[in-house]
């Protein structure tokens, strides 16, 4: 036989079967979280600055404060926080100037809208 033959052969005498996961019951965290996943991007509620990390959930964000690299990061901040909080500072200064920038021009603003927007 051709290698094609038995190829076919092989194929006609093993099927595979394919399986899903169960579905998550409705109401569970689960469920939830996989609806909120399925409609696309959403509020930022939980976020970790040192991490960059964006969490879900609160109990996404609980295990993700528990977690070896965040408790490095943490480590390193503790290490040298002066430092990391200049960055963040400057960071957000950039960010600030530029919204206020761009969106308003020399236009006057409430300073804490400008806020609310960065």
Not at 21 to 36: F, L, Q, T, V, Y
Not at 45 to 64: A, L, S, T, V, W
Request: aromatic share 6%; with cysteine; hydrophobic share 25%.
């Amino acid at each position: 036989q051709t290698s094609a033959n038995l190829l076919k052969t092989h194929s006609e005498n093993h099927t595979t079967a394919t399986t899903t996961m169960p579905k998550a019951e409705k109401g569970s965290p689960k469920d939830i979280a996989n609806r909120m996943k399925a409609k696309g991007l959403q509020k930022l509620k939980f976020y970790c600055q040192m991490c960059h990390k964006q969490c879900r959930d609160e109990n996404g964000f609980k295990c993700h404060l528990t977690s070896d690299s965040h408790l490095r990061q943490m480590k390193i901040f503790r290490d040298n926080a002066p430092g990391i909080m200049d960055d963040f500072s400057a960071e957000f200064e950039k960010g600030y100037v530029e919204t206020l920038r761009r969106r308003h021009g020399t236009q006057r603003m409430n300073a804490n809208n400008v806020y609310q927007e960065v």
